[in-house]
């Protein structure tokens, strides 16, 4: 088969799915058959596999090997507890390798703003739930609402990752008016989600793209030793930053109280997960993932963990969780490679979202990991506007 056709096979099956996935998240009441589900995934493995071996001499040894760690760790969680979590997204890197991914966040932009919007509609007409919850700080209430969503933080969050795809894919072409757009948009959302975790994430990316449009994305004068190490920071620290406070976390000393209260109680429920599941490989079974089922610690009758690296620890152990870190950087290093530093600082944003949200492996919220193996030269244009050599 062709490059085009199993190109044009993934960019079928990833629609599908991303619009199956997606609907799984508002409050439409949606079932899929398993069937369909199992199909999708057996095509996403055969274009793995074809994918990978037509591209096989452009792509480094050290993403091919990733991949293939990152898929093996899926098949194992898949067959050993019928987890199809982690299989799903690897199966999908794998099987990106050399699409467009131009076309890729096309596609997401496209299917998320829609399935939002009637979300959105479909809520503020009756025919969907609209969940409201009450928020209290200092007390003063104010109500926080879903617009359709599971959650009013979940809401916000698929606005964050769709603003950030189309600001990769944008690249140099995006105006000030997108911007003060994109910037009217996180208000208006936020005003209804109240979701301050991503609030911060996205106005942090609007400001680096004023200021990288205002200096004419002039590229950073630094050594590019200082560059590479750069791009391996950011997921690394923020995991180890989240997990470290949860673990040493004393809900006796004020300072660690009161950064527990900023983040919404996550160290708390991080202190509760090292003490139910510790510090293993390949996590635990009976990880439960909210409830009072948590080990039936009364004084956790409801623990959710919301930190990506929190939660894939407990449940899948150290050894996923480093295979993610090495995701991410590998997916940072190809930026400074392709003179895209302002890239690193999107998936900064990216990895200190996960510290406080549990989105890193849903495909309908975040899929920059797919730019690990698609092809990023189609973002990549010259002043001229033709496309420059493909992969990257």
């Known amino acids: 088969m062709t490059k085009r056709t199993t190109e044009a096979l993934f960019l079928t099956g990833l629609s599908v799915y991303l619009i199956l996935d997606y609907l799984s998240t508002t409050t439409f009441e949606v079932w899929v058959p398993d069937f369909v589900m199992t199909i999708l995934r057996g095509l996403f493995l055969f274009l793995a596999f074809t994918r990978l071996y037509l591209f096989k001499a452009a792509m480094p040894r050290t993403t091919v090997l990733t991949v293939a760690v990152f898929t093996g760790l899926g098949f194992y969680y898949y067959m050993a507890r019928g987890d199809t979590y982690v299989i799903d997204m690897a199966l999908i890197v794998a099987a990106a390798t050399g699409v467009s991914f131009k076309r890729i966040g096309a596609l997401y932009l496209y299917i998320g703003a829609f399935i939002s919007l009637l979300a959105l509609i479909c809520s503020q007409t009756g025919i969907i739930i609209d969940y409201t919850y009450f928020s209290y700080r200092n007390d003063i209430a104010s109500v926080r609402h879903s617009l359709g969503i599971i959650y009013p933080t979940d809401c916000f969050a698929h606005v964050f990752y769709l603003m950030l795809i189309y600001l990769i894919v944008r690249f140099r072409r995006i105006t000030y008016i997108e911007l003060a757009g994109l910037s009217v948009i996180t208000g208006v959302f936020y005003y209804f989600t109240g979701a301050r975790a991503d609030l911060a994430c996205a106005v942090a990316v609007l400001v680096l793209c004023v ?153 309908s919220y975040n899929i920059t990991f797919l730019l690990l193996t698609a092809d990023i030269s189609t973002i990549l244009q010259t002043e001229a506007g033709k496309p420059i050599k493909a992969y990257r």
């Open 211 to 363: 200021i990288c449009k205002a200096l004419k994305y002039k590229e950073i004068r630094l050594p590019e030793a200082v560059k590479y190490i750069f791009a391996c920071c950011p997921g690394v620290l923020c995991s180890a930053l989240i997990l470290t406070l949860s673990k040493i976390y004393n809900p006796n000393d004020a300072h660690m109280h009161t950064i527990n209260t900023i983040l919404s109680d996550r160290l708390y429920y991080g202190m509760t997960g090292f003490n139910l599941y510790g510090f293993t490989p390949f996590g635990s079974e009976s990880f439960a993932e909210n409830g009072s089922s948590n080990g039936g610690i009364s004084q956790a009758s409801y623990v959710f963990y919301d930190s990506s690296y929190v939660k894939f620890l407990f449940k899948y152990g150290w050894v996923l969780l480093l295979v993610l870190l090495v995701v991410l950087t590998l997916i940072s290093v190809r930026f400074v490679k392709n003179k895209m530093f302002y890239g690193v600082i999107f998936l900064a944003a990216v990895a200190l979202s996960c510290m406080i949200e549990h989105h890193m492996l849903e495909l």
